[in-house]
């Protein structure tokens, strides 16, 4: 009876974890591979010279480079295995944080490119005319992919397949809005979009202006994670340069206490980036 009664539990576990996202029906090209993803982040940051896969060789030498440079002041191994294992994601820390920087400049910018758009259509100017425009006119930020449409299309005359393009250069959640936004206006038609326009641009003021206060406050709390997480590994790093100083490390004990540690600063360091994060704009119009 209690093999019978396990075996209805186990059944009940797997039912519950294939069900929902991991269903078999799903099919895999739902879901983006890991290019996939670094390659919209690398979009996002505004970085187009890099790859992904070139992105994962700087993670690996980033790693090696540390490894070898502590192990030479400290001449413990088991301390630079995790400055390494530290060193790895730095890339990447680097590349989320151009987005999130880039993201925020052109949050500010939205609002006048819109008001451009908006006057362009009140002047009698069509939507691709307007769009075009914005290459010239438009905030100097935001001017090459406008640029990038007007040539696309002068050569197709494609407009939705210009906005799909458009889209996918800005790599922005505001820019697909605004995309969708005049999608829907040229396919309906009517005379608002003028003042769809001026209230979207007022909307996305006030989003700026909010979001900002939240992130000056939000920033004392990202510091002080990093910087709690941060200071025990520099004053180790400081005990490893007196030379011998940290050879105990090298040890069964003491390998188990730096992965504890490493833990514990990783874990921390989560809960309070996550407690003091804000939500992000998903693409949910890509």
């Known amino acids: 009876m209690g093999a019978f009664l396990g075996l209805l539990f186990g059944v009940g576990l797997l039912l519950a974890w294939r069900s929902g996202p991991r269903a078999p029906d799903r099919r895999p090209t739902d879901r983006p591979g890991w290019q996939a993803k670094r390659a919209e982040l690398l979009r996002q940051a505004g970085v ?36 390494a294992a530290f060193a790895v994601p730095a890339p990447v820390v680097l590349v989320r944080r151009l987005r ?26 069509s939507l691709p005319e307007g769009l075009a425009g914005l290459g010239t006119s438009g905030p100097a930020s935001l001017r090459p992919p406008f640029t990038r449409f007007a040539a696309n299309y002068r050569a197709t005359g494609r407009f939705g397949d210009c906005l799909d393009a458009l889209k996918v250069d800005l790599a922005d959640p505001v820019g697909d809005r605004v995309c969708e936004t005049l999608r829907v206006a040229r396919e309906v038609g009517g005379t608002d979009l003028g003042a769809v326009l001026r209230t979207l641009s007022e909307l996305l003021r006030v989003d700026a202006r909010t ?19 941060a200071a025990p590994w520099l004053v180790l790093l400081l005990l490893g ?35 003091g994060r804000l939500p992000e704009e998903p693409r949910v119009l890509r």
Do not use: H, K
Request: with cysteine.
């Open 100 to 125: 999130l920087r880039r993201q925020l400049a052109l949050r500010e910018l939205w609002p006048e490119a819109i008001d451009n758009l908006a006057s362009a259509v009140r002047a009698g100017m």
């Open 48 to 83: 187009e010279s890099v790859s992904a896969r070139q992105l994962l060789a700087l993670q690996v030498l980033a790693g090696t480079l540390a490894l070898l440079m502590v192990q030479l002041v400290t001449g413990t191994l088991a301390v630079a295995c995790c400055f």
């Open 241 to 275: 340069s007196q030379g011998g100083a940290l050879r105990s490390y090298d040890s069964s004990g003491g390998v188990l206490l730096l992965g504890i540690g490493a833990a514990v600063c990783l874990v921390a360091y989560r809960i309070m980036v996550r407690i």
């Open 211 to 229: 979001r900002g206060e939240l992130e000056t406050r939000q920033g004392w709390t990202v510091n002080a994670a990093r910087l709690a997480v």
